[in-house]
């Protein structure tokens, strides 16, 4: 069974950084989109960063200039550095990647169980 699994998460002062990892297990045949949202409570979950296979990044307009995703290929695993945090960043962070288990087989978007972050004094 594949899977994403997120790590890094935890408590920061504000205008502190941390970095969020999201490693995708088990037998993969390829990834093309990695990516990351965050669901702060009562809210709906929102972008806030995406990484294709060839390098390319969209992020939300709340984290640009801020956050940068960047991802590993050859250890299926992205990266979210986050700087300059802020308490209204506070969330639970997820993890989504479009994981191939095959040739036959198409992309299935997967989630991981998701990292809390909290930024407060």
């Known amino acids: 069974q594949v899977y994403p699994v997120e790590s890094g998460g935890g408590l920061v002062q504000p205008g502190g950084s941390l970095r969020l990892s999201c490693a995708a297990s088990?037998?993969?045949?390829?990834?093309?989109?990695m990516g990351w949202y965050r669901q702060a409570p009562g809210m709906e979950r929102e972008l806030v960063a995406v990484?294709?296979?060839?390098?390319?990044?969209n992020y939300g307009d709340s984290v640009k200039g801020r956050f940068t995703i960047s991802r590993d290929n050859a250890k299926n695993t992205v990266y979210l550095q986050m700087n300059s945090l802020k308490p209204e960043d506070t969330a639970v962070y997820f993890c989504?990647?479009?994981?191939?288990?095959?040739?036959?087989?198409?992309?299935?978007?997967?989630w991981g169980q998701g990292t809390q972050v909290t930024v407060s004094s």
């Open positions: 989504k990647a479009g994981i191939r288990t095959s040739s036959e087989n198409p992309h299935a978007l997967l």
């Open positions: 088990g037998s993969i045949f390829s990834i093309s989109a």
């Open positions: 990484i294709i296979s060839s390098g390319s990044t």
